[in-house]
């Protein structure tokens, strides 16, 4: 099955700076990879995803990339703000199949 | 819209008691997923269901768990009987596509 690593585990940033997160996928079957924000105490939301025919894609602050080949993909957020503090996750899946395979999480800390 | 909403959020109950734990998905989508979430094991698909029918189950970790979906309006995952190493956050997450949205999550604490 898909395996999903993702790195690091934590990161901590000043306000302003950027922030990489990384994630590395084993099923080069996989074509859909969705990033997740979680705060404390709550669910994780969605925030961005990109599709197997795009190599990058960006929402204001926040993009991510796509290398198929090497099949790796990261999420970028730039001019970090204290409130996009939270645990961040990756995930895989193969479209129409509907199982994702998550990251096992960053912990980012924007520091004022 | 209302997003996923989930019932109890917080459930303290005795080892060996039922749990069941409840989801309602948004409206309009057809696809269900029940996660678990711990610090030793993060984000786990238990299992999920499209068009009410249970179609990866691969997840749920015993015959102590099991799950159902009667309708496309509702869900339940149930745990009988319940132990301390089932306490966890569950997630219960609808889609109508690829993006899936998460309710809020039960917390069971199990003693």
């Known amino acids: 099955g898909e395996n999903v690593e993702q790195h690091p585990s934590t990161l901590s940033v000043q306000e302003g700076d950027s922030a990489v997160i990384k994630c590395t996928y084993s099923?080069?079957?996989?074509?859909?990879f969705p990033w997740y924000k979680q705060e404390l105490g709550k669910g994780p939301q969605l925030i961005i995803d990109?599709?197997?025919?795009?190599g990058e894609k960006k929402d204001q602050r926040i993009a991510v990339t796509l290398n198929k080949t090497a099949k790796h993909f990261s999420l970028h957020i730039t001019e970090t703000q204290p409130e996009d503090s939270a645990v961040y996750f990756c995930a895989a899946s193969i479209t129409s199949y509907g199982k994702l395979t998550f990251g096992q999480g960053t912990i980012l800390t924007v520091h004022p | 819209d209302a997003g996923v909403i989930q019932s109890p959020r917080h459930e303290v109950t005795e080892m060996g008691q039922e749990v069941t734990l409840r989801c309602k998905p948004i409206?309009?989508?057809?696809?269900l997923f029940w996660y678990r979430q711990t610090m030793m094991r993060g984000l786990e698909l238990l299992i999920y269901?499209?068009?009410?029918?249970?179609?990866?189950d691969s997840g749920m970790p015993e015959d102590r768990f099991s799950a159902k979906m009667p309708n496309a309006s509702f869900s339940t995952l149930k745990i009988q009987p319940s132990e301390p190493r089932d306490s966890a956050v569950y997630f219960c997450a609808s889609s109508r596509g690829d993006e899936q949205y998460f309710g809020p999550g039960t917390r069971l604490t199990v003693t």
């Open positions: 269901f499209n068009n009410n029918v249970p179609i990866d």
């Open positions: 099923d080069s079957a996989s074509n859909y």
């Open positions: 409206s309009g989508h057809n696809s």
């Open positions: 990109i599709r197997s025919n795009v």
